[in-house]
């Protein structure tokens, strides 16, 4: 029984030893680590495209995660990683598409579209309310004429 | 008949209406044809990034782009662990085997003795692989997803890069053409 318990207590502070080794890197430098997961919330991952580097679990965002502290380390800028990036996977690395003449579309397009369509709805609405047009008299009498007999017409 | 008055929109904005309706149509078409997940590489028609990685077959050799200057060239990334790869392989052998292009290998992220292994169960179409085991090379490269495959031309610089897996259409309709009007260069 004893044995047993030994054993437990030593797998267990064995385990802990395990985890400890794992979260090292993390635990070492935690100004480091938070500089890296911040400029990883702005580097979209590749493999599972909609998620940003910090988020995911790809080995290929493990890869470039690691990239990003390493260069860190070295002393490169939050600009400079950007561009090592950007240079290598393109503009889609980014998890904010940057504000150029090639994506003002995609960023404001949907605004625009919003916005005309809203127009052309206020217009139609605009159109509906206006008065009627008015009517001579001879119109007029035409239509009392016309719509008298409705009663008796067959027209529906 | 209804008693309300139905002002018709005069016919200049109901043709622009529609006018817009099919643009956004075939904007929204065009968008159907395109892979979503194709990441186009920054790196064409600019110099590949310049290495040095021990050889898989021999590990006292290195292997860099820098031997290559002259020739023109097929970069294949692979590995062992890659399902897609067993899909394209037969292609490379086969094109290896018709001498048309060079093809050198970029074992990526791989172990040794797997990347050989699989090289002898699959066959080799390749002169050499360089082997990346930390996939540091891949990243300067642009690697995503394997495989994927460089042409390099006589002056070091990549004119193509195809993402995922190479099909026979692919290797006639892009890449020997290709081939072909580099090698006149």
């Not at chain 1, 490169?76 to 990683?81: A, G, H, L």
């Not at chain 1, 809203?118 to 217009?123: D, G, N, P, S, T």
Request: aromatic share 8%; charged share 25%.
């Amino acid at each position: 029984m004893r044995a047993l318990l030994i054993v437990c207590l030593w797998s267990l502070a064995a385990s802990q030893a395990a985890i400890a080794a794992e979260a090292a890197p993390a635990a070492a430098d935690p100004q480091l680590e938070a500089r890296v997961m911040a400029l990883s919330n702005e580097l979209r991952c590749l493999v599972c495209q909609n998620q940003s580097l910090a988020d995911s679990n790809a080995e290929l965002a493990v890869d470039l995660r690691n990239q990003v502290r390493e260069k860190m380390k070295q002393g490169m800028t939050e600009r400079e990683i950007v561009d090592y990036m950007v240079a290598r996977y393109g503009d889609f690395v980014l998890y904010r598409p940057p504000m150029k003449g090639s994506t003002l579309v995609l960023w404001f397009g949907p605004l625009i579209l919003l916005v005309v369509g809203l127009a052309v709805l206020f217009r139609r609405l605009a159109a509906r309310r206006a008065p009627e047009p008015e009517l001579t008299e001879s119109e007029r009498a035409r239509a009392a004429a016309l719509l008298a007999p409705e009663d008796r017409a067959d027209s529906r | 008949m209804s008693a309300e008055t139905v002002q018709k929109a005069p016919a200049l904005s109901r043709f622009l209406l529609l006018g817009a309706f099919a643009a956004l149509v075939a904007l929204l078409a065009v968008g159907l044809t395109l892979n979503p997940r194709e990441v186009p590489s920054p790196l064409i028609d600019k110099p590949a990034p310049p290495f040095e990685l021990p050889q898989l077959h021999d590990r006292t050799k290195t292997f860099s782009p820098a031997d290559m200057r002259g020739q023109v060239w097929l970069f294949n990334v692979w590995a062992s662990w890659c399902a897609s790869c067993r899909d394209e392989h037969p292609v490379l052998v086969e094109l290896a085997r018709s001498g048309a292009v060079p093809i050198y290998g970029l074992n990526y992220k791989d172990q040794r003795d797997a990347g050989l292994a699989w090289l002898k169960q699959f066959g080799d179409p390749y002169r050499l692989s360089a082997f990346d085991a930390k996939g540091a090379v891949g990243i300067d490269y642009g690697v995503y997803g394997v495989p994927e495959t460089y042409l390099i031309d006589k002056r070091g610089v990549i004119r193509y890069k195809r993402i995922g897996v190479l099909t026979p259409e692919i290797v006639q309709t892009k890449v020997l053409p290709l081939v072909d009007k580099l090698q006149k260069e």
